[in-house]
């Protein structure tokens, strides 16, 4: 028996019009602790780009790429897809999955890291739509967060070193990297990873933060300087989430007299709303404002060694010669993290 009969990638889910910004909105916050400020704010953030978030096509041609590096790997299953907050829904996907005789599922996230909003909530929403779908709902395995997965890291790297490139040559010279992920509470962070490990301040993820961005330096022509920021704050602001922010780091760097920052979004697997709005468009304007250099290099998206990526794992959790599966073999990755 084949050991799973069907590939599902599991996404955020966006808006793809200006009537569906504010439904898809209160899916995201339903039951969370969101100011309705921050609500209208990140809504406009949608209207400016017509109400379409990128992420929905990002996740098709995701899906498009994969389906054809599965065939020229020889690997025969159907591909589905599902979202958390949108249109298709996760929910109704399941179903389809069901009314096809899908009965196990090898899913993939478009989320790298491991902390709840990255992992738990995806299991947690997994449940639930397996749940609604009764007895013989599909069993879903989610694969391992990929963060030090290579295809991961070389995408970064190399759209690292395009971003330099793209920099004029006095202002590469004293380039400040900024690694940036989203922001998560601080309570939130400090609960991630494996239970019983000790991790630094901002939990498993923050030190799975730092283990990518040190990976990605190391693939670049020298050694840069290079810090981890956040972005993408939400909460109240009595709760404490994780700095610095992106655009108060720029602030001090540039009173320092950093001449330029090239911001890679390692926190992201492609270039959504929260890349293309709150660093081309906020960020971008701080740095012009500050009057220093600003570069952002691109998420990895659907660059050939990421797509590579997902059908590696495939293989990883299928087993290549006699059906074994491989999961208990070591992981391809390049960190030392534990999760
Ligand atoms: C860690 C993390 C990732 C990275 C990986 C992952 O986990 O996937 C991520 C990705 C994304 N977040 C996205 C959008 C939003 N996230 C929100 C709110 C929140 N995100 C959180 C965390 C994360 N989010 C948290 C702790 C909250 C607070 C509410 C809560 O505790 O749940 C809100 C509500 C309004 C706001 O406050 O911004 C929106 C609209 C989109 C879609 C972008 C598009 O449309 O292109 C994507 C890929
Ligand atoms: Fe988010």
């Known amino acids: 028996m084949r050991p799973y009969d069907a590939f599902l990638l599991i996404s955020f889910g966006g808006p793809e019009g200006e009537d569906e910004v504010i439904p898809f909105l209160e899916n995201v916050t339903r039951g969370r602790n969101i100011p309705r400020e921050r609500l209208a704010e990140v809504g406009e953030h949608y209207f400016l780009f017509g109400g379409v978030s990128p992420i929905n096509q990002q996740c098709r041609d995701l899906l498009a790429a994969v389906t054809a590096d599965f065939e020229s790997a020889d690997i025969d299953l159907p591909v589905y897809w599902g979202n958390r907050f949108w249109t298709p829904m996760l929910t109704d996907t399941l179903e389809q999955m069901k009314k096809d005789g899908v009965r196990r599922v090898l899913a993939v996230p478009t989320s790298a890291y491991c902390n709840w909003s990255s992992r738990t909530a995806y299991l947690e929403d997994i449940d639930r739509a397996r749940e609604a779908l009764g007895e013989d709902a599909p069993e879903i395995d989610l694969v391992r967060p990929f963060y030090d997965h290579p ?19 006095d202002q590469r010279e004293g380039v400040r990297l900024l690694f940036s992920a989203h922001s998560i509470p601080t309570a939130m962070a400090e609960r991630s990873g494996a239970p019983g ?108 060694a990421f797509v590579s990526m997902v059908t590696d794992l495939v293989r990883e959790y299928t087993g290549r010669a006699e059906q074994q599966r491989l999961s208990e073999l070591p992981p391809c990755a390049m960190g030392q993290c534990s999760c």
Do not use: C
């Open 197 to 304: 490990e000790t991790y630094g301040p901002a939990g498993a993820y923050g030190d799975q933060l730092h283990e990518v961005a040190r990976l990605v330096v190391d693939r670049l022509d020298r050694e840069y300087p290079f810090e981890i920021v956040y972005q993408s704050r939400s909460g109240p602001p009595s709760q404490p989430w994780l700095e610095p922010d992106v655009n108060d780091r720029m602030e001090e760097l540039a009173a320092e007299g950093v001449p330029a920052v090239v911001v890679v979004p390692h926190g992201f697997v492609s270039d959504h709303m929260e890349v293309k709005f709150d660093l081309d468009v906020e960020a971008r304007e701080t740095a012009e404002k500050l009057g220093i250099g600003y570069q952002r290099a691109l998420s990895p998206g659907t660059h050939p």
């Open 151 to 169: 295809g991961f890291v070389d995408p970064l790297a190399e759209y690292t070193r395009d971003a330099l490139d793209r920099l004029p040559a």
